[in-house]
């Protein structure tokens, strides 16, 4: 028998688990060939998802659980899914039922054909406000262009991977982790589905713009130093350009004598100049801030309690 495990992340999401057990289970008992279990990983809620998925716990032992000291982000649940699992298939699902459950026995088929990788594409925007979606058209915009990485606008979490994929997404140890940028990084052969956002089943959407902006950013600054070169051109832009300003000047002023004030000049060579140093300097403190970050070592995730042993 082949195991499959879904690691299934959770911050709040007391109102849809029992749920969301109720739906998925029968699904995963349909499979035929496949010894499945669960990993909910609990990312520092504070209502009662830890107390509900210990009580699923206990009346399944197919459902493991990770429960994190505090809430780490969606991203480093995952990875500590992906850490703790030994399964031959590894996938990963949303705990709010958007990500449709029956797609799983058609992805693994695709994984039995040969495929290392079968993931959900989003084919519409549903459930999800307009703002959002055309703050992340924007982005996947500007990522792509920037980056050298090719990520899907619509790929999703939602996927199922072979054991050998799993091992290459853990081999990359940087700790700002960008998972959507991760998959596509390692490659391998992958089939998309096609996939309808579901409406959330229960609760409330864990993101706001504040998260959603340092998703973003994360995102486009781990996979490209591009922005590091851009100040490098429009320094030097602006010098040429202030160069041709200085001739000018010269020759109006000495060749033509016009009486030019050279404040204006210096005035706006400083507004160029001092713009120009502010965002040198803001590019790099980002980069620093990454590389400081990478090397103080510190763990992803901080693990409280669980029943996985390793
Ligand atoms: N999530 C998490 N940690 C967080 C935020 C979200 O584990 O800090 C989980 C959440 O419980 C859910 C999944 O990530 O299972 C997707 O979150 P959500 O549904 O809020 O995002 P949306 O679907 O609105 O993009
Ligand atoms: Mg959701």
Redesign the pocket.
Known sequence: MKTLEMI??????SDVLELFYKEVTPIMQSLDGYDYSFIF?N???RDNTLKIIKALAKKDKRVKYISFSR????E???LSGLRYSRADFVGI????L?HSPELIPEMLKALEEGYDVAAAKRSDRK??SGL?SFLSDSFYKVANKMTEVEIDNGAQ?FRIMKRKVVDAMLSMTEHNRFTKGIFSWVGFKTKWFPHE?RE?AA?????NIK?LLKYAIDGILSYCDSPLRLPIYLGGLSAFAGLIYFIVFLILHYGCAWALSGLHVVLAALLVIGGIIMLCLGIIGEYLARIYEEVKGRPVFIVDETNIEQ
């Open positions: 299934v992340p959770c911050f709040n999401e990983v990312d520092g809620s809430n780490f982000g969606k480093a649940a995952m699902l949303d705990a709010d958007q459930g999800e959002k979490d956002n959330r609760g409330n959407t864990k993101w998260k």
